[in-house]
């Protein structure tokens, strides 16, 4: 009986680890990234890295990032993300057809004295990985 429920464990204990090596991660929506004929669209970021450099205490500042779909199906932005609430994220609510152009724009409070880096995650229907757009930069009190 002992034999019994060891094997039965250690079946369970090897179905449960091959489920995890097959398991979503991030929002892959089905695809695989190591699949790229199955990622139809595609970002181009002219940049992902915005630095404001000095920026005046008290005076929001917006970053905007452009992208271009050079995938062969539209791009649909999901959801823009900040990683905290001095941060808001803007994005291009249509889809984005291939070819075409699409923004992001993040924009800092600006409210605290000092050095920031801030990043915005954009979720969509474009890659197997959501795409990490970053701001940073200086806030002075001149």
């Known amino acids: ?72 199906q539209p791009i649909v932005i999901s959801e823009a993300k900040a990683s905290c609430g001095c941060t808001v994220p803007e994005f291009s609510k249509e889809p984005v057809a291939p070819g075409a152009k699409g923004i992001v724009k993040a924009t800092y409070n600006a409210a605290n004295a000092g050095f920031f880096d801030k990043d915005v995650t954009i979720m969509s229907n474009a890659s197997a990985i959501d795409v990490k757009l970053k701001i940073k930069g200086e806030v002075v009190t001149e």
């Open 1 to 72: 009986m002992k034999i019994t429920s060891l094997f039965s464990a250690m079946l369970f204990f090897v179905a449960v680890s091959a489920s995890a090596q097959t398991g979503h991660e991030g929002h892959n929506h089905g695809t695989s990234p190591a699949d790229p004929a199955l990622i139809q669209s595609s970002f181009k970021w002219e940049e992902s890295v915005h630095d404001f450099g000095k920026i005046k205490q008290g005076v929001p500042a917006t970053a905007t990032f452009t992208f271009t779909n050079t995938g062969t």
